[in-house]
């Protein structure tokens, strides 16, 4: 591509970054902690819908995805769902309760994380300017989170354990990044073929999670009794729909 077009494209994908932000942070805050669970399955549900909105004319259409691609065994795949589900999950518990302009700082520390698992997990070698750079970023999210949560925070819509969440969801989501180069990486496998089938078991994953909400600071303060779930997440649908007072 020329040099131009990529300037755009690099351009667009900032751009849209961006708003993906401001409307994570958003819908998160909308709903609120008591739903954060339902927002985190109807997202994972869009993946679904959206991927295969792209994925399945072309099988049908084209010979993109191969007999070979179909016979790969799908246990990968789950690896990489369940890694997924835990970053979406702890993305969900933490956001609504973590300020907007201190989530895209540490957003940042999936790098770090990322070079650390990579020099574990696929024994990779980074040079002291990479590392150094990576200490840096990992630094400037401390300093941007500590002092906010030290200070008083009753009205500022902050809760300590609300960033730590979030803060955390990073690592399963580098650990799923190390695990696909070093195990797709000499394969011949579309990319839509395996963003359908990780975003099919990390949605149908995330729903072990659910006993995880009766824990405080899952979801709620003091968390949610078991028999209360099911209809929590009933109650963030029908919030969806607007037919609750709350939600109109």
């Known amino acids: 591509l020329p040099f131009?077009?990529?300037?755009?494209?690099?351009?667009?994908?900032?751009?849209?970054g961006c708003v993906n932000f401001?409307?994570?942070?958003?819908?998160?805050?909308?709903?609120?902690?008591?739903?954060?669970?339902?927002v985190n399955q109807g997202v994972n549900f869009l993946y679904i819908v959206y991927g295969g909105a792209i994925l399945y004319p072309r099988m049908c259409f084209t010979n993109v995805v191969t007999p070979e691609m179909r016979a790969l065994s799908k246990g990968r795949f789950l690896i990489m769902g369940i890694l997924d589900a835990l970053g979406t999950f702890f993305t969900a518990m933490g956001a609504a309760y973590t300020p907007g302009?201190?989530?895209?700082?540490?957003?940042?520390?999936?790098?770090?994380?990322?070079?650390?698992?990579?020099?574990?997990?696929?024994?990779?070698?980074?040079?002291?300017?990479?590392?150094?750079?990576?200490?840096?970023i990992m630094a400037g999210a401390?300093?941007?989170?500590?002092?906010?949560?030290?200070?008083?925070?009753?009205?500022?819509?902050?809760?300590?354990?609300?960033?730590?969440?979030?803060?955390?969801s990073n690592v399963p989501v580098a650990m799923s990044q190390c695990y696909k180069e070093g195990n797709f990486q000499e394969l011949?496998?579309?990319v839509w073929y395996l963003t359908q089938w990780v975003s099919i078991f990390q949605f149908f994953v995330s729903f072990l999670f659910m006993p995880l909400l009766c824990l405080p600071g899952f979801g709620s303060v003091e968390g949610t009794?078991?028999?209360?779930?099911?209809?929590?997440?009933w109650g963030g649908f029908l919030c969806f729909m607007q037919t609750t007072e709350e939600c109109a």
Not at 117 to 136: D, F, N, R
């Open 101 to 136: 302009s201190m989530q895209p700082c540490l957003n940042q520390t999936l790098i770090p994380w990322i070079i650390l698992i990579s020099i574990v997990y696929l024994g990779k070698i980074y040079s002291c300017g990479e590392l150094c750079g990576a200490s840096m």
């Open 142 to 168: 401390c300093i941007s989170a500590v002092p906010t949560m030290m200070f008083d925070h009753e009205n500022t819509g902050l809760r300590w354990y609300a960033v730590c969440l979030y803060s955390f």
């Open 188 to 190: 011949e496998l579309d």
């Open 22 to 38: 401001v409307l994570l942070k958003e819908m998160y805050t909308a709903y609120g902690d008591r739903y954060a669970f339902f």
């Open 4 to 16: 131009q077009a990529l300037c755009c494209i690099m351009l667009t994908l900032i751009a849209l």
């Open 225 to 233: 009794p078991m028999a209360e779930l099911p209809g929590q997440f």
